[in-house]
T-cell receptor, first 110, second 115 residues
């Protein structure tokens, strides 16, 4: 089973829409969780860390459900500039490596 | 905002040759990483480096690969006897702390093309 799984999409949504992505992870001992965004052929950029109690950063809300082993990202009031691939990242309690999902592609349409 | 820098941005090399990819991590970071991303695939971990030694490596990071911190600022990835399947985007990253607790900050990558 893959360490991290994401629906690859693509998600095509109109400007102003709300869109949600889910990500599941296989290792119950996973420690830290992040959402990164990646523009075409560019580097991953940190969008937000995901905390146990859930957290919000402007239009972005992240949730963690340890019992079901999934994390989610909600984007409200989508902007054209939100078009990108969103990468779910998980770490384990041992080691330093990031485990990346394959990413979910989002296109926001005018 | 401090950033991770990588050079070159694009490297084209004949199969069988050696390449060295260079990175300057963020200055107060202590943990350094290399990842690769084959076109159309996910980002994959290669190696992490702390206190002048490898702290973790993946199955991909075999004897063909090596890392070095030759001075106080640079962090390099050497790939010997390159193969066609080494063609990928290679990302360097750094973080303040290890154990995956802190976010890792990525450089803009080196696109390696093996001919």
């Amino acid at each position: 089973r893959k360490e991290v799984e994401q629906d690859p999409g693509p998600f095509n949504v109109p400007e102003g829409a709300t869109v949600a992505f889910n990500c599941t992870y296989s290792n119950s001992a996973s420690q830290s969780f992040f959402w990164y965004r990646q523009d075409c052929r560019k580097e991953p950029k940190l969008l937000m860390s995901v905390y146990s109690s859930g957290n919000e950063d402007g239009r972005f809300t992240a949730q963690l459900n340890r019992a079901s082993q999934y994390i989610s990202l909600l984007i409200r009031d989508s902007k054209l500039s939100d078009s990108a691939t969103y990468l779910c990242v998980v770490t384990r309690t041992t080691g330093n490596q990031f485990y990346f999902g394959t990413g979910t592609s989002l296109t926001v349409i005018p | 905002e401090p950033e991770v820098t990588q050079t070159p941005s694009h490297q084209v090399t004949q199969m069988g040759q050696e390449v060295i990819l260079r990175c300057v991590p963020i200055s107060n970071h202590l943990y350094f990483y290399w990842y690769r991303q084959i076109l159309g695939q996910k980002v994959e971990f290669l190696v992490s480096f702390y206190n002048n030694e490898i702290s973790e490596k993946s199955e991909i990071f075999d004897d063909q690969f090596s890392v070095e911190r030759p001075d106080g600022s640079n962090f390099t990835l050497k790939i010997r006897s390159t193969k066609l399947e080494d063609s990928a985007m290679y990302f360097c990253a750094s973080s303040e702390a290890g154990q995956g607790i802190q976010p890792q900050h990525f450089g803009d990558g080196t696109r390696l093309s093996i001919l």
